[in-house]
């Protein structure tokens, strides 16, 4: 049973803190910058990657600090990611991210983490988020493949169409639910198979 809730943050409009400028660090950042490429990101850390480098090179809302992690960096952030290859660092960052009553994730380490990143696809405004649970990862990312694959670009014109079509309805609330369910009703309903 996976007992996690999942939730679409606006990272554009919160500050999220990374810690840590190595092969991780990169990662992380990197599937960040893919679903939110406006994703508000300050990185400490005390040397950063040629990797890392080029991947926040030119992006104005990643700031880069060189410096060791200190506690004064959680000052006005929402959100903690913690990806530096020293655990006892990952660990106080944890806390003193916890006596802030930030949400904190510490890469790769699942005990540690309040939240998990996903595997995320994303078609237009259509928006999937993975997660098998800290289980296998590899998986997450397979899945995400796959769905990559099969779910048509089009998909984004149906929501397109559908959202034009839901501005033109005039009646209550209870008559617009009525007519978006029927409107949507072929794409659940299974077509007859011919004998
Ligand atoms: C989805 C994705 C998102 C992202 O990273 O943004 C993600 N990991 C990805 C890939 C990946 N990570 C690792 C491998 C190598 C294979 C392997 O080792 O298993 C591969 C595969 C590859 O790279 O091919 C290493 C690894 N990861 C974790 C552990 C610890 C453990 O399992 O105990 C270890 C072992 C470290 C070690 O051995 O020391 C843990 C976590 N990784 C998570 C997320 C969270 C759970 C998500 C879920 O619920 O499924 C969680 C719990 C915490 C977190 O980090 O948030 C991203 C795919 C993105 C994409 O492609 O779409
Ligand atoms: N590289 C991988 O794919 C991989 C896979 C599984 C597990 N791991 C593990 O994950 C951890 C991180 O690995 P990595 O490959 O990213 O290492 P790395 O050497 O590429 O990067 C470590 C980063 O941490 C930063 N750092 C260290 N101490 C810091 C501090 N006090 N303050 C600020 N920044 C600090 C360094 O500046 C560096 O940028 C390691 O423990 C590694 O064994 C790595």
Do not use: W
Request: glycine share 6%; hydrophobic share 40%.
């Amino acid at each position: 049973m996976n007992h996690l809730y999942p939730i679409f943050l606006k990272v554009h409009e919160l500050n999220v803190l990374l810690v840590g400028g190595g092969f991780v660090a990169t990662e992380k950042l990197e599937f960040l910058l893919k679903s939110s490429p406006l994703a508000q990101v300050t990185v400490v850390s005390k040397f950063f990657r040629s990797e890392f480098l080029e991947l926040a090179h030119g992006k104005e809302t990643v700031t880069l600090i060189e410096d060791e992690y200190h506690e004064k960096y959680l000052r006005g952030k929402h959100i903690v990611i913690a990806a530096t290859d020293d655990k006892a660092v990952n660990r106080q960052i944890r806390n003193e991210a916890k006596e802030r009553f930030l949400l904190v994730n510490v890469a790769d380490t699942p005990e540690l983490c309040d939240f998990y990143l996903g595997g995320i696809v994303t078609k237009g405004n259509l928006k999937i988020a993975i997660s098998t649970n800290g289980k296998s990862p590899t998986t997450a990312k397979r899945l995400r493949q796959l769905l990559e694959e099969v779910l048509p670009e089009e998909i984004d014109d149906l929501l397109e169409n559908l959202n034009a079509y839901r501005a033109t309805l005039k009646g209550d609330f209870e008559y617009k639910v009525k007519a978006m369910n029927e409107i949507t009703e072929g794409l659940v309903k299974r077509e007859k198979q011919d004998a």
